[in-house]
């Protein structure tokens, strides 16, 4: 066995960012944080210590966990934070999987400078890429900025109960780019040889953003998405939710010249005209041989308007997964549990607060299956439920919503039904239980569409589509062939998305809305997945250093 051993420092790190010092946390004093390179079957151990002024933990997101939801990292869901001046290792096995995914914090709104990559190659002497080896692989993450600390950003969102402030840049791997104040000099270049083909191991790390990218006049070839193989798919624009990866293989082959990477908000919240970052980060894709004439600008693209739906939508739903290529599996053909859950935006009491200032007094929030999820306190959920600790968590979820509802109409905007109940709902699933579920946006406050990220497996995209899901028609468009396969599915704007997994991996796993904003709001809820009939199906203990709350 293969180990990779990592040490994560993180502490406040002063950077220069649009004119002015900033202090943010950082991991090992870079952002983004290490890019962490390894093979499939490695087993990773990460030393985190915490010389940070706040509560964290890392999430590996995307990895599976098999046995070891003690690593996974959602703060008060598998783990309480680790204290400043403390530590924690997060020891597992990758298993099953390779391709691209990262790490981030999964605690307060850390993860907006505590990210970086995870690159799973396949393992050595095993079946290769399959696609034509690439001269040079490259991550290329996107993220998003803030001038002022993001731990403050959200707790006075919160205390206000209304909507945070935006962001002030995006950024590719780290940096704003060209369009924004004295940023050009650190603008992020990738230097490519003529006629050579580069592997993009992409990442949106950004908070509450989707995101369109584009190098101008060059055809982008998705290979991966969520580290699962994808049929190729030739496209102009990429899009990425929040929490979601691409493997984007790009050939030098336009005349040799510099060209603007780019990317911008794919935001489109209808009916609400809420503020939005409205800037474009920028790259440079530089020919080696041209470099720089003084004077010269590199070629912009054209970005899709932000609200391009039909494009984003004509990106996610032409992906399929390759089928037979390493890791891949079949759809499950029966179903054990079938759910259907609404996901969508709310509003609650203001409770001991003095004001609240979202509508009449109220605070946002948001639900599933109108439950807004409240974190345990305490102990994490997975302590609870592994020594069977009473009065945590509930397991009434999910209730069954009104059936055959109109959840899209958009007159809906003040309906009672937009009015949350809070608690710690969960779902209990038995060892290896396939899953389907139906996931309805809805119109309550705002239509908008949501990333949901499920922790510890993959899941199939049977299908998507726009208005309400209708189960007679909508079935018949279910692919059972070559769906694509993923972690995080951008459910289409006031539409649905069918999702199938399988679930076995025993322990305690969150299913949220990769948007910031949206987690604390309450829209997650949590699998419990029991204990499998042998001891290479049974969750072991809790390491020694596990934190305790
Ligand atoms: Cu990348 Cu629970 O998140």
Redesign the pocket.
């Known amino acids: 066995r293969n180990y990779s051993r990592s040490l994560f420092q993180v502490q406040n790190l002063t950077v220069r960012r649009l004119c002015h010092p900033r202090v943010i946390t950082a991991v090992n004093g870079s952002l983004p944080g290490p890019t962490i390179r390894v093979s499939e079957g490695d087993t990773l151990v990460v030393h985190v210590f915490n010389k940070s002024p706040y509560n964290l933990t890392i ?1 590996w ?1 995307g990895i599976f966990q098999l046995l070891s939801a003690w690593a996974d990292g ?1 703060s008060s869901i598998t783990q309480c934070p680790i204290p400043p001046g403390s530590s924690y290792t997060y020891r597992f096995t990758i298993t099953g999987q390779e391709g691209t995914l990262w790490w ?1 914090a ?1 605690v307060s709104w850390l993860r907006a400078s505590v990210y970086g990559a995870l690159i799973i190659h396949p393992k050595k002497g095993h079946l290769g890429y399959p696609f034509p080896k690439p001269y040079k692989e490259v991550p290329l993450i996107l993220g998003e900025w803030w001038n002022a600390n993001v731990v403050d950003v959200e707790d006075q969102a919160l205390a206000l109960g209304v909507p945070p402030n935006i962001s002030d840049a995006f950024t590719i791997n780290g940096q704003p780019g060209d369009l924004y104040p004295c940023s050009r000099k650190h603008t992020y270049k990738l230097k490519v040889r003529p006629g050579k083909t580069y592997l993009l191991r992409m990442i949106n790390a950004a908070l509450n953003n989707q995101l369109f990218f584009k190098i101008a006049d060059h055809k982008l070839k998705v290979v991966a998405v969520d580290a699962s193989y994808t049929n190729p798919y030739v496209t102009d624009v990429i899009v990425l939710s929040p ?1 979601q990866t691409a493997d984007v293989l790009l050939t030098a082959d336009q005349i040799p010249g510099s060209y603007y990477m780019a990317g911008r908000n794919y935001f489109n919240a209808e009916n609400v005209p809420l503020p939005f970052d409205n800037t474009t980060t920028t790259g440079i894709l530089l020919y080696k041989g041209t470099a720089s004439l003084p004077g010269t600008t590199p070629k912009m693209p054209l970005l899709p308007a932000f609200n391009d739906t039909p494009t984003a939508h004509k990106f996610s739903s032409s992906l399929t997964s390759l089928v037979g290529a390493p890791h891949w599996i079949p759809v499950p053909a029966e179903v054990d549990e079938k759910m259907f859950m609404t996901i969508s935006l709310g509003l609650s009491p203001c409770g001991g607060r003095a004001t609240c200032q979202g509508p009449n007094g109220l605070r946002f929030s948001a639900s599933m299956n109108n439950v807004s999820f409240q974190a345990p306190t305490g102990r994490s959920l997975l302590e609870a439920a592994f020594f069977g600790l009473k009065g945590f968590f509930t397991t009434d979820f999910p209730d069954t919503p009104p059936l055959a509802f109109d959840y899209t109409n958009r007159s809906l905007a003040q309906s009672p039904l937009g009015f949350v109940l809070k608690g710690t709902r969960v779902k209990k699933l038995k060892y290896n239980a396939t899953v389907e579920i139906v996931l309805q946006n809805t119109a309550f406050i705002g239509v908008e569409n949501h990333p949901m ?1 499920l ?1 510890g497996f993959n899941f199939h995209v049977l299908a998507q589509g726009f208005g309400n899901f209708n189960p007679a028609n909508d079935r018949k468009k279910f692919n059972f062939v070559n769906p694509v396969i993923r972690n995080t599915i951008g459910v289409p704007v006031g539409g649905w998305a069918v999702i199938r997994f399988q679930a076995n991996n025993p322990g305690v796993w ?1 299913f ?1 809305c ?1 948007l910031d904003v949206h987690l604390p709001w309450g829209l997650a809820t949590v699998f419990v997945v029991e204990d499998g009939p042998t001891p290479s199906s049974t969750l072991p203990p809790p390491p020694a250093d596990l934190p305790k709350c």
């Open positions: 999430h997101h959602p981030h999964h929490g990220h922790h969150m949220h990769h």
